[in-house]
């Protein structure tokens, strides 16, 4: 064999990629400019990005801290005016709320962060769940005061449905026992929660000072109703959404209706039947607290949104699921629980997540009917001769905590689903 | 030998709630009679509790004197108008924030959704900005805060006054943004045709005229392209319709115009005010750009969305046809992306239609405005001007629904 010398016979070391194609250079390329149109939107969203930094830079540069009013504020910079913030902080937080009883509704919020900890973080031990089932007790004494007994009481009534139910279980078996423990609570809730708690506090008082409902407002607010309504809505949710899927007729038109009469009116028409109609529907003389209305009307709107999500859900399960279920010999609510609804539920994950979001922004609403929520004291503010005219520092700083707050469920959707992502 | 064949046995009570045969017919009877019982409740009470307060139930005051002036009217109002006018106005005034709003947010949310899906890194991080802004800050909060840059930020009208003024107007001096508003040119027909009077309200008949030449041309149009598709499928030639339908298009309508002598009206200051053009409250500006910015960012989701759940290979194999990248969108990216598209956008229209009751935080009087506000303090008549806000609320929805529902119907994939 000749050498013959145009064939290379060791191979050549490998080069490096070229200059333009990796690093910086390379990811500017690629990115930004890649072809003649894509390095025009290029340029003209620096234009634009440019543009607002350097008008609002030095409003942020030149922001004032400490001031008591707009017009100080302008004497001193004539940049952002964030005093407002500062003077008004504590109201923004916690409305009226008495200054010196502060720690409670902060002790109650951290100790939300615990009670939460079990539903949100699967390495959080599940013996916590029992604390999270205490806690709404908790939490209503803490930011309401008063005695400890309504609570108490009222928290025994659970008691009483389970030593019910594990009684009767025994005796007439399951679904018995179930009925029996609901009237037990129904009852004990009518009927025996106020003399018994009344007996208890002439005896014995032992509790905080009390807190009206109308002294509550800021985020406080917001995230009290915003929280009732998430907790409640989801199981509500669920209910009406195998209602609807039921194959009972009465029962399927009867969630159908709900769910499409409270889908089909805007939220502030049912704020305002809760703070004017309400007085007609119920017996004369029932008043109660407009905070808890609110709350009731909306668990109500977000759970038919709930439902419907759910039912997205439920829809998009393969059929084959319920039928291998019911081969399996489960009943119907064993088939739910076992193999339905933990497939249900990571399907319209994102879809709770957003209607947990709709509701929480959905509680500035609540400004509307005159109650202090941050939108609503907002308002006051502005109308106050101190801080009239100021626009962008205060709704600056209100929409930034609900962003806050809202952009991180929506991250912890995002994390959920990918946790509990088993396809591939 | 057994048999398999049960004996039949006496009905005994229990098996109402363990044999499955008969369980759901009791648990709907009870749910039923619960559900009765509830509702026989809350009319007794409802009924009791009126007969305490001295009303009764019945919409007579709808056609009693309003007495109220309302900001905006589409079709005519004064205070001696009824309160069912108001209603009627009220009505017009949501379903026009809502119409605009949606228009502009389908506008917003396909430009932003396609932008966002750019390859531009800037450009897609800017629009996500965007979104997450949007949609993560109460609609309401955008409102009012809309609505106070509005009225706080601009001049007053008697800015624009004197010889240097401090304030001026805009596109030639024909549109001033003011504190009370902002005032566009209007159209006038200096040979207008008048307009038809149907007693509870009149029609424009250059409106008329102008929709039926609209119209006309449209079908025309499409009778064009149908006859070149026809050539096209039969010899695979297209005929070039480009300038007949263009033309057909333009011509007869600015016939029209001029015809009716069309010309602006422009906004003038006079007195204190502007007079003249069309004055759009700054309350309805700040409802319609809040809306469609908020419902914007969900529907830039929505359609990302949809254009993502189209799998690559179906682009790859349009490309692999000889396609352009603008022809494979329209023709086959599109349409199927409308299908994944449409079932949301729906309930994103009916959103916005029914956050645009909260026009009452800036004052804007549409249902809520007349109806469920100065009509119901007036009266006093809660229960009835509440339920009959819910009803006119409910068959807004339905109605938005039915229709999207039938236009969904329409590219929803054919199956046989």
């Known amino acids: 064999m000749s050498n013959l010398s145009y064939v290379r016979t060791e191979i050549l070391p490998e080069q490096p990629a070229p200059a333009g194609e990796v690093g910086v250079v390379g990811w500017l390329r690629h990115n930004l400019f890649s072809g003649v149109y894509n390095s025009v939107l290029t340029f003209v969203s620096l234009a634009v990005i440019i543009f607002l930094g350097y008008e609002i830079l030095p409003w942020f540069t030149n922001s004032t801290w400490n001031a008591s009013s707009l017009s100080e504020c302008r004497e001193i910079a004539d940049g952002a005016c964030f005093a407002v913030i500062n003077e008004r902080f504590n109201q923004l937080m916690f409305g009226f709320y008495p200054n010196d009883l502060y720690w409670r509704p902060v002790l109650a919020f951290v100790l939300l962060l615990v009670a939460l900890a079990p539903v949100l973080i699967d390495t959080v031990p599940k013996k916590f769940l029992l604390f999270t089932l205490v806690y709404p007790a908790i939490m209503y004494l803490l930011i309401w005061g008063g005695s400890i007994w309504g609570p108490v009481v009222a928290l025994a009534g659970l008691g009483l449905g389970v030593a019910v139910f594990v009684y009767a279980d025994k005796l007439a078996g399951t679904l018995a026992a179930i009925i029996a423990a609901v009237v037990a609570m129904l009852l004990w809730w009518l009927y025996a929660v106020v003399p018994v708690s009344d007996l208890l506090i002439n005896n014995v008082d032992i509790g905080f000072q009390k807190v009206r409902s109308d002294q509550l407002g800021g985020f406080m607010l917001s995230i009290i109703i ?104 489960l009943n119907y609510w064993q088939a739910q629980r076992q193999i339905i609804m933990p497939q249900a539920l990571k399907i319209s994950i994102p879809g709770i997540v957003s209607t947990f979001i709709g509701l929480f922004k959905d509680t500035t609403l609540v400004s509307i009917i005159g109650l202090l929520d941050p939108i609503g004291l907002s308002t006051s503010i502005r109308a106050n001769q101190a801080w009239n005219g100021i626009i962008w520092e205060l709704y600056g700083f209100i929409a930034l905590i609900f962003f806050i707050f809202c952009f991180s469920m929506s991250r912890y959707s995002m994390y959920l689903e990918r946790k509990l992502k088993t396809g591939h | 030998m057994t048999t398999l064949s049960e004996e039949p046995r006496a009905f005994r009570l229990s098996m109402l709630i363990y044999d499955t045969r008969y369980r759901s017919m009791t648990i709907q009877i009870v749910a039923l009679m619960g559900f009765l019982a509830v509702l026989a409740w809350l009319v007794n009470n409802t009924v009791e509790n009126l007969a305490i307060a001295g009303k009764d139930f019945n919409f007579k005051f709808l056609s009693s004197r309003a007495g109220y002036d309302i900001n905006q009217v589409l079709i005519q109002y004064t205070n001696d108008s009824t309160h069912g006018r108001a209603t009627v106005i009220g009505i017009l005034n949501t379903l026009l924030v809502a119409a605009l709003g949606c ?133 695979g030639v297209r005929p070039a319709t480009f300038l007949q339908r263009l033309g057909i298009s333009i011509l007869p309508i600015v016939a029209l115009m001029f015809i009716l002598g069309l010309h602006l009206g422009k906004p003038e200051l006079r007195g204190f005010n502007f007079q003249g053009g069309v004055h759009v409250l700054n309350s309805m500006i700040a409802l319609c750009l809040a809306l469609a910015l908020y419902t914007g960012a969900f529907i830039a989701e929505i359609v990302r969305a949809g254009i993502l759940a189209i799998s690559k290979g179906q ?63 007036q009266t006093g008549r809660e229960l009835e001007s509440m339920l009959l806000m819910m009803f006119i609320y409910l068959v807004i929805s339905l109605l938005i629904s039915l229709a999207m529902n039938i236009y969904n119907s329409t590219v929803a994939l054919k199956e046989r």
């Open chain 2, 103 to 235: 228009v502009l947010a389908t506008v917003v949310g396909a430009f932003v959704g396609i932008l966002r899906l750019s390859k531009n890194w800037l450009i897609s991080r800017m629009m996500a900005v965007y979104v997450e802004a949007f949609r993560n800050v109460p609609v309401l909060l955008w409102i009012i805060a809309f609505f106070a840059v509005l009225t706080e930020l601009t001049p007053a009208p008697n800015a624009f006054r004197g010889d240097s003024p401090s304030a001026s107007m805009f596109l030639w001096d024909t549109m001033a943004v003011t504190n009370r508003g902002t005032y566009f040119p209007e159209p006038l027909f200096s040979r207008s045709l008048g307009n038809i009077d149907f007693t509870y309200f009149m029609i424009s008949i250059d409106l008329l005229a102008i929709l039926a030449v609209l119209f006309a041309s449209g079908w025309i149009s499409a009778r064009i392209k149908k006859h070149a598709d026809a050539v096209q499928n039969a010899t």
């Open chain 2, 315 to 377: 682009s790859e194999a349009a490309a692999a046809l000889g396609l352009r990248p603008g022809r494979i969108m329209n023709l086959v990216i599109l349409p199927q992306a409308l299908r994944v598209i449409i079932p949301p956008l729906i309930s994103q229209y009916l959103n916005l239609t029914k956050n645009s009751s909260l026009a009452i935080a800036v004052g804007y009087m549409d249902i809520k405005g007349t109806i469920g506000g100065i009509t119901m303090n």
């Open chain 1, 226 to 329: 915003g929280l009732t309504g998430i907790a409640l809505s989801f199981p509500i949710g669920i209910i009406l959404a195998l209602g609807r899927q039921s194959d009972m007729p009465i029962v399927k038109v009867m969630c159908v209706g709900f769910i499409e009469f409270i889908r089909g009116v805007p939220l502030i028409t049912l704020l305002f039947t809760a703070s004017l109609l309400l007085g007609y529907f119920l017996p004369k003389g029932t008043t109660f607290d407009i905070v808890l209305r609110v709350m009731i009307m909306v668990t109500l709107f977000a759970s038919a949104y709930m439902a419907e999500v759910i039912r997205g859900g439920l829809a998009a399960l393969p059929r084959g699921q319920y039928e291998a279920a019911d081969a399996l010999g």
